[in-house]
């Protein structure tokens, strides 16, 4: 999967497996799309090329973009699971997984891929960032934990526990505005744990990450 598709991708599929489209399966317009996942139409035309090349959707010219004939296997499936899963499964997944990837990107990560991860820290911090545009850049920076680690059977699991992810979190509340607040916690939670993979500290990263998850998942508990 191309690993600039595959955070857009996670948003979209999170999107159709929560919104309920026509009869027909047709999806809204790409500006629509782009505008609802907080991404720029050249980045969700890859996603939607991804689940084209997977037969999971058709286009016509003039018409529109359609969910394939066959069921979406993929997305039915994340869907079925997260309705299954209580938030304690997801957090408990996390911490078996994350931790680990980013220890072992201390120790994996080249110098391109720690440049891409530091990329999507300055991403995340954008000027007017929306939260949908926020979500996008944090899960760009986490599988870019997890492309460093350098495992394909985990990157394999990563994906799908961060599919799982974002259909549990997606209709969740907000506070505080139209998207994050200079002082996000997780903005200096995500420093912490780049800092420690630049640094090559494995352990630091694994601790980092663990944190984080902690810290992200008690502050989406209900009061």
Known sequence: MDS????????????????????????????VLAEALGTSRGELRKALAVMETDGQLWRHVGKGTFLGSRPLA?????????TRAAPRDLVQARLVVEPELAALAALRASTAQVAALSEALRASRAPGQTWRGYELQDARLHRE???????????FLYDH????????????????????????PSFAEHDRIVAAI??????????????????????????
Request: hydrophobic letters at 50%; glycine letters at 4%; charged letters at 20%.
């Open 145 to 155: 934990v997890a492309l460093a680690a350098e495992n394909p059977l985990l990157l």
């Open 161 to 184: 526990l961060a599919a799982i992810r974002r259909v549990m979190t997606w209709d969740r509340p907000r506070s505080g505005g139209d998207g994050p607040p200079a002082d996000h």
């Open 198 to 223: 630049a640094a090559r500290d494995p352990a630091a990263a694994r601790r980092e990450m663990a944190a984080h998850v902690t810290t992200v998942h008690a502050a989406m508990a209900p009061a």
């Open 4 to 31: 600039d598709a595959a955070p857009v991708l996670t948003l979209l599929q999170a999107y159709l497996a929560k919104t309920r489209l026509p009869a027909d399966g047709r999806l809204p317009p790409e500006r």
């Open 74 to 82: 993929a997305i039915d499936e994340v869907a079925a699971l997260a």
